[in-house]
């Protein structure tokens, strides 16, 4: 059974800092990465790493997200700094495998002003 399990979510003031992380099981890798959802809007992507760690990240996060991936482990992170308000939303661990793309169940994002 594949799994993507994410954990680190939580609330914090802006311009603080939260590290999430999401470990998966089950199958092989090949790009992985984070999805985030706020009330109201469409799922967008904020960060992807490949197997060979070419990252890529939505303008409005770079210079202050960093994707990270431990590949032995199966396991992705992403540490935010400079949180704003407008980060707030679900995040949501992605992966594409061989054939199939999964899930994780989503962390809340929480940043407060």
């Known amino acids: 059974q594949v799994q993507l399990v994410e954990s680190g979510g939580g609330l914090v003031q802006a311009g603080g800092s939260l590290r999430l992380s999401c470990v998966g099981s089950?199958?092989?890798?090949?790009?992985m990465g984070w999805y985030r959802q706020a009330p109201g809007k469409q799922r967008e992507l904020v960060a992807t790493i490949t197997r060979g760690g070419s990252t890529e990240y939505v303008d409005t996060v770079k210079g202050r997200f960093t994707i990270s991936r431990d590949n032995a482990k199966n396991t992705v992170h992403l540490q935010m700094n400079s949180l704003k308000p407008e980060d707030t939303a679900v995040y949501y661990c992605?992966?594409?495998?061989?054939?199939?793309?999964?899930w994780g169940q989503g962390t809340q994002v929480t940043v407060s002003s």
């Open positions: 089950g199958t092989y890798f090949s790009i």
């Open positions: 992605h992966a594409r495998g061989l054939t199939t793309t999964y």
